[in-house]
């Protein structure tokens, strides 16, 4: 057995080299597949259904994809399309898909796979006790699926389903990552271990390789082992760098969990063939005593509006931990006087991050800072873009003069490299959901149609 599997990028749309794809092309792989979203980037695809890369950067790389999976005659599989999965998402890129068959004189069957889950259907399983929370999951009620948008990732059951009728192209909804590359070996008993396992090591294209790209990998599914291959000029991949792949995103370097069961690689070995290839042993793959679908959901929580500023004053930077929680007193007085009693202080949000004394860790910074100089993002989020750019006005006014007790007379606590200040970023959301739905089939929440371009 020798299958071939080429991953052309990590994600639709985020572009790869155009000499690299050809050569993963000439190998003549027997499917080509690739992701197209992620939960990384936030909560915000999912909840406003707008995708991160734009349908410029998502036609280019799918015209490429198209034509060589038309020159080929090969399965071509996106999963977790526009981004987040929701239906949306998949409808623009199936749009997509359609002009660039009409423009290139392409033909194939098309299965497009949905993934969005009804508040009627989640609130049943809900109440049936069949909603399961992952580690650390928000608590929830039945109410949060009315708020949501929700949608369940797919294992590859259902992309197998479209496969059998005889679908050339698919265009799958919120799909694990691994799924769209384990599809078509699971279908001709190729060992799962193996499978699941060359699967997640090009899930993400080259982002294993030296250095990580956008680019594509090639995979040779063999009886006892697998070898992964990079495509573009001047990258590599060692065994250290493959094996380093099953710690993103995971918890546990070694016990991965998919819809069907978890793959094991406790006892993989990693090979150097030569400089840009690796030869993979030895992972398992444990069925699950039953079957389980993910559930991502994310809610609008309001509008914000966001301030840059910065700060070099040594007495400033010492004296900001104790000033900004009375600024934010003094705000809410002001917010009740502005607007007469119509806004509650309550509903609106007025946030400080210190980029310098340990923002990005958000209160669990390890050792103390001492730095010279601050970055100050203010972020004012309220019910409506007009109410949190109003008080994003006065709140930009008030940091920029805080009363410095060492200081005499008004003094310029923040500097503003934007005039205005205020930024109004538009809509802010939150993930709602970590869980699980149990006790369902492999396809049973998911929708197929088929057509021919």
Partial sequence: MDFRILAPTGALGAGFDADAFRRGVAARPHVIACDAGSTDSGPAALGSGIPKLSAQAVTRDLRLLLKARDELQVPLIIG???????????DTVARLARTIAVGEGLRFKLGIIYADQPAERLRSLYDEGRIRALP????????????????AMMGVEPIQDALRAGCEVILAGRASDTALFAAIPHLLGADPGLTWHAAKTIECGAACAIPPSANGLLVHLREDHFDVQALAEGSRLTPRSVAAHTLYENADAFHIVEPSGTLDTTHATYEAVDERTVRVRGARYVEADGYTNKLEGAELVGYQTVIIGGVRDRVI????????????????????????GQVDPETVDIGY?????????AGVEPTGLAPRELGVLITVT???QATAHAIATFVAHASSHLPIPEYDGLVSTLAYPYSPPEMDRG???????????????????????????
């Fill in 80 to 90: 977790s399309c526009g981004t987040s999965g929701r239906d949306v998402g998949v």
């Fill in 136 to 151: 650390n999951a928000p608590a929830i009620d039945r109410e949060v699926f009315a708020r949501s948008h929700t949608v």
């Fill in 317 to 340: 930077i010492e004296r900001l931990p104790d000033l900004l929680p009375r600024a934010k007193q003094y705000f809410d007085t002001k917010i009740r006087d502005v607007f007469d």
């Fill in 353 to 361: 991050r210190l980029y310098g004394a340990g923002a990005v860790l």
């Fill in 382 to 384: 309220a019910p409506d």
């Fill in 427 to 453: 809509p802010l959301y939150r993930f709602t959901l970590n869980h699980v739905v149990t006790g369902v089939t492999p396809a049973e929440l998911f929708r197929t149609t088929i057509e021919e371009l």
